[in-house]
């Protein structure tokens, strides 16, 4: 089965603090994609990075920083210098072949509010 | 940037009513679905289409939902008999998939049954 958890449901921080949201996922698939996504107040989903099984690479994007690590089967997400602006629900997504659609499995998401 | 669209971004109904949700996924795109989000809750699969049928669906998916690429362009998702449980986010997206796997997401209809 697959399955994506996302532990923090809410998390808090003062603009400036960094911040990293966790992702876990489970699927026995050796081929499979990783995704986070950003649902601002306004709702809509906001692709932010996908990282492939094949490519344990890190990523830094500004102040967006993504740590994959099969071993433990996370795909974690720093946000360094938070900024206001970066309060919203952030979703990790896993996409997988099984079932031939490469549909997306979401976690709950993390809330993220960062305080003035 | 090429984008999906979906209308209305906010539509209200009476429960037992039909709707029917559009989109218009992205132009060279192959791979359609719908994902519902309950308010508060997590993005939920609903169906993928691909080569005018459906591919995979999810047990929400019942006999009350259908989808339906009427021609080149639209992706509709139809609820016939609506129900207040249907009050949800819904978004379509589509994919390349040859390539490029991540999916591009509307913007969301929210429907409210009321």
């Known amino acids: 089965a697959q399955k994506v958890t996302q532990a923090q449901t809410e998390i808090s921080v003062v603009e400036k603090e960094d911040v990293t949201l966790d992702c876990v996922y489970e699927?026995?698939?050796?081929?499979?994609?990783l995704f986070w996504y950003k649902q601002p107040p306004s709702g809509e989903l906001v692709f932010l990075i996908r990282?492939?099984?094949?490519?344990?690479q890190n990523e830094i994007s500004g102040r967006y920083s993504w740590n994959f690590q099969k071993s433990t089967s996370s795909f974690n997400f720093t946000i360094t210098a938070s900024q206001v602006v970066d309060s919203a629900v952030y979703f990790c997504?896993?996409?997988?072949?099984?079932?031939?659609?490469?549909?997306?499995?979401f976690g709950t998401g993390t809330r993220l509010k960062v305080l003035a | 940037e090429p984008e999906v669209t979906q209308t209305p971004s906010h539509q209200v109904t009476q429960m037992g009513q039909e709707v029917i949700l559009r989109c218009v996924p992205i132009?060279?795109?192959?791979?359609f679905y719908w994902y519902r989000q309950i308010l508060g809750q997590k993005v939920e699969f609903l169906v993928s289409?691909?080569?005018?049928?459906?591919?995979?669906k999810s047990e929400i998916f019942d006999d009350q939902f259908s989808v339906e690429r009427p021609d080149g362009s639209n992706f509709t998702l139809k609820i016939r008999s609506t129900k207040l449980e249907d009050s949800a986010m819904y978004f379509c997206?589509?994919?390349?998939?040859?390539?490029?796997?991540?999916?591009?997401f509307g913007q969301g209809t929210r429907l409210t049954v009321v």
């Open positions: 997206a589509s994919s390349e998939y040859r390539g490029r796997i991540e999916a591009f």
């Open positions: 699927t026995r698939d050796t081929t499979y994609y």
């Open positions: 990282r492939n099984s094949f490519d344990e």
């Open positions: 997504a896993l996409s997988a072949p099984t079932s031939g659609t490469y549909k997306y499995i």
């Open positions: 132009s060279n795109h192959l791979y």
């Open positions: 289409f691909y080569n005018n049928e459906i591919s995979e």
